[in-house]
């Protein structure tokens, strides 16, 4: 399967940009046999990247959405189905929050090697789904945050307690500064309008494995995966 392939099958669909999904695709396929965690999936467009990244692999995702959302006629679960992308996909709808206390009670350890979060736009929700993810993230896993720059002043969201403060901006920087933490970069602001964060948990061993900013200056020459 094809990065236009899949570009082709959703090139219609919101919210994120192809070269976003792209750059998942690349991040997931560094890992042999990944898990791989998106919380909010929505319609399903970076969600096929993701699948795709896993089924090369020999992996897995596990993604959480608070209920089905259609686009054009068609939810995530369509999406996989059609693109034969469901047999490694793991879809729940439900609340974030409880997903993953289910899922990392079901799977403790170290296991995730990539989570992607695009949650729900509340501190309560995505603080809590950002630290478990960290918590269960493997040495040399992953965890990528869109939404840095969302205020929701600015958006026009209201009933906030700090609405002039991107707090997924606030969280991003918290785990930052956690001990267990081997280097972070932000990218997007420039290419896209629009900043994400990636956080990579210090690994036991140096290996080859380029770097974040090396991975991104990749994505920016337009090579891929």
Same mark, same amino acid.
């Given at each position: 399967?094809?990065?236009?392939?899949?570009?082709?099958?959703?090139?219609?669909? $919101?919210?994120?940009?192809?070269?976003?999904?792209?750059?998942?695709?690349?991040?997931?396929?560094?890992?042999?046999?990944?898990?791989?965690?998106?919380?909010?999936?929505?319609?399903?467009?970076?969600?096929?990247?993701?699948?795709?990244?896993?089924?090369?692999?020999?992996?897995?995702?596990?993604?959480?959405?608070?209920?089905?959302?259609?686009?054009?006629?068609?939810?995530?679960?369509?999406?996989?189905?059609?693109?034969?992308?469901?047999?490694?996909?793991?879809?729940?709808?439900?609340?974030?929050?409880?997903?993953?206390?289910?899922?990392?009670?079901?799977?403790?350890?170290?296991?995730?090697?990539?989570?992607?979060?695009?949650?729900?736009?509340?501190?309560?929700?995505?603080?809590?789904?950002?630290?478990?993810?960290?918590?269960?993230?493997?040495?040399?896993?992953?965890?990528?945050?869109?939404?840095?720059?969302?205020?929701?002043?600015?958006?026009?969201?209201?009933?906030?307690?700090? $609405?002039?403060?991107?707090?997924?901006?606030?969280?991003?920087?918290?785990?930052?500064?956690?001990?267990?933490?081997?280097?972070?970069?932000?990218?997007?602001?420039?290419?896209?309008?629009?900043?994400?964060?990636?956080?990579?948990?210090?690994?036991?061993?140096?290996?080859?494995? $380029?770097?974040?900013?090396?991975?991104?200056?990749?994505?920016?020459?337009?090579?891929?995966?």
């Amino acid at each position: 399967m094809t990065l236009d392939y899949l570009d082709s099958i959703s090139e219609n669909i $919101p919210f994120t940009h192809p070269r976003a999904c792209r750059l998942l695709y690349r991040l997931a396929s560094m890992f042999e046999q990944p898990n791989i965690v998106e919380i909010a999936c929505c319609y399903g467009k970076a969600t096929l990247y993701l699948a795709a990244a896993a089924k090369r692999q020999q992996g897995l995702l596990h993604c959480v959405d608070v209920k089905p959302w259609l686009w054009e006629g068609k939810s995530v679960f369509d999406r996989l189905r059609d693109a034969n992308l469901l047999d490694v996909s793991d879809v729940t709808i439900g609340d974030a929050r409880w997903y993953m206390l289910d899922l990392l009670r079901r799977l403790p350890g170290q296991w995730i090697d990539l989570a992607y979060i695009d949650a729900a736009h509340s501190v309560e929700v995505d603080s809590f789904v950002s630290l478990a993810a960290w918590t269960h993230l493997r040495p040399g896993g992953i965890i990528v945050f869109d939404d840095l720059d969302w205020i929701p002043l600015v958006e026009g969201a209201k009933d906030f307690s700090r $609405p002039a403060v991107s707090h997924v901006r606030a969280i991003f920087e918290y785990i930052d500064t956690l001990p267990d933490v081997e280097e972070q970069a932000c990218w997007g602001q420039q290419e896209l309008g629009w900043t994400w964060g990636f956080i990579r948990k210090r690994r036991a061993l140096r290996t080859v494995e $380029p770097s974040l900013v090396t991975i991104l200056q990749a994505c920016d020459d337009g090579s891929s995966a």
